[in-house]
């Protein structure tokens, strides 16, 4: 009995975070960003759809495309 409410009350707090919390990350993924291959073109519309509806990234962060696996297979 005492184990049952232990596990119930460790569920009940942690769960008090997840209900109040707001999404804090946005997670865009590129690839083929190469000059030869006009890899960019693409991106001018994007860069300027996320620009034009008010997206400001105030703490952004790059990492390496050999990371890309990681992320996706995480």
């Known amino acids: ?4 409410l232990q596990l119930l009350l ?12 707001e999404p804090n990350f946005i997670l865009i993924i590129t690839d083929d960003q190469d000059l ?6 693409p ?3 994007t860069i300027e759809l996320i620009a034009n509806n008010g997206k400001f990234f105030q703490n ?12 996706l297979c995480s």
């Not at 009995?1 to 049952?4: G, H, Q, S």
């Not at 460790?10 to 919390?21: D, E, Q, R």
């Not at 030869?36 to 073109?41: A, E, F, P, S, W």
């Open 43 to 45: 991106m001018t519309r």
């Open 10 to 21: 460790v569920l009940s707090t942690s769960m008090y975070g997840v209900l109040k919390a």
């Open 1 to 4: 009995m005492n184990n049952i």
């Open 36 to 41: 030869l291959l006009d890899g960019m073109v």
């Open 60 to 71: 952004a962060v790059s990492i390496l495309a050999k990371l890309r696996d990681k992320i």
